[in-house]
């Protein structure tokens, strides 16, 4: 099966660059709708609207605002916003290798994997089997749509799993969820951890489905089955009185501009 | 974005953009294209036909950035008529033929100034029914020197038997074709036969001529442009628009146009507008109506 690439670089530590793609390592499974009018089956389109003025805003009136307290707001052009956008990483520079375990798995984000590109694939297979003999994950920073990211290399299953993480600032303080210290007696902890130990399994996946989602899928089929699916209307874009002839409309163009 | 909804021939066309000024120090808009390629149309139809059409396209007019454009857009509406053309490398390209009103219509509002189509028709893309000779004057040269080497080639032409026919580039140039229309013809036998014709100009007239691409030896000469005669290459259609600041044509003359000093005495004589243009062509009709049609046989050199 052809990847597609999301991003195309290398990834490089020390005097090893090797050219690879980062590819997705999961299609969130969310089905998702249109929004329809009912009277005629028409796709409905967003529109921006004013409340103040009970009007739809066109683009160009559109800006951007960050409210501090409720109503107040500093503008934010698009320029400004660039300007503390970070350049387009070209290489993911591994700068320390790390032990996996050492990572509070709240600070995994997104998987991706990194494939390699024409002529590193030796380099990569190098690499892959070094990453697994040492056990050790290589940290990066990385930017992905304009988005600095601090990501964890490691070597899965022969190739390299690339997951961005969260940054510190993300994780949300855990001190307060836990309940006061207090002493638990013995005898219930063994009680527990028999209990437990009697359900111990390995993990696997395949045994737990999105149980909404395949009902939702069947209905889905089951429905397109019974019943034609309805059809959105050929939509004529906006124009005026209807077609003109040819001549008329280079003649009413024609008129606005006079030839010097 | 303006957009204007026209119908032609039971067909819609969403023309858009009007106004935009294509020829903007000349204040000659995208409606003022439309109108000319509608008005030139039962001229430049004949001529385009069959033959796959490169756009040369000025989004932003002639004094900004083109770009050509071989392949037929696939946003193309379902009515315009294609080819397959084979390319260098074995794949097939799906190119557009601009073989009525409503194609040409369309194809200029994508702001396609410029029509460009090779030699040979698509269905027989190595078959030239014409020999060209794309006469290119150096910096040093102008239209005069240019005319007096295409009477010359002309006459060189006519004692091997063959009738040939002038236009103008439409820059500074001169285009001599001499029609062919025999299935038989190849582009190696119409580039070997040019190639020589070249030459023998270059030996006989030195000092007026150069059959070499490099620019530094035509100076004052007439360049020979004899390579064009290639399934590959494409010249401008006869009675295309050219992107310069005013719109001239490469418009068909008579010989004895360039034979009259008197009217070479003005140069811009021979800078067909696109409003002159359309003067002659109802006056005159087409004058390269033969080109299409006149049969004849390379002789053998």
Redesign the interface.
Known sequence: MAVQGIWSGTISFSLVAIPVRLVKAIEPGRISFRLLHSKDYSPLARRMFCPEEETMVPRDEIIRGYEIVPNQYVLMTDEELESVSPERSRTIEIVDFIDMKEVDPVYYDHPYYLVPSKGGEKAYRLLVEVMRRTNKAGLAKFVLAEREYLVAVTSRDGALALTTLHYSEEILADEDLSPKKGKTAAEEQNRMKKSIERMIENFDPGKYADKRRKKLTDLLATKAKEKAPVEAPVVEQEEGAGPADLVAALEESMRKVKPR | MS??????AGR????SN??K?LYAS???????V??YY?RIAPLILPHLKDRALTFKRYPEGVEKDFFFEKRCPSHRPAWVKTAEIPQDDGEQMTVCLVNDLETL?WAENLASVELHVPLARASSPETPDSMVFDLDPGDQAGIPECARVALILRDLLSRTGLASYVKTSGKKGLHVYVPLNRKETTFEDTKTFSKAVAGIMQKHYPDRVTARMAKKERDAKIFINWSQNDASKTMVCVYSLRAREKPIVSFPLEWRELENPAELGDPERLQVTHSEALNRAEEKGDLFREVLVKEQKLPHL
């Open positions: 957009r204007t909804f026209v119908e032609m819609r066309l969403s023309l009007l106004e000024d000349y204040g000659f808009t995208k409606a003022h439309l109108e509608r219509i």
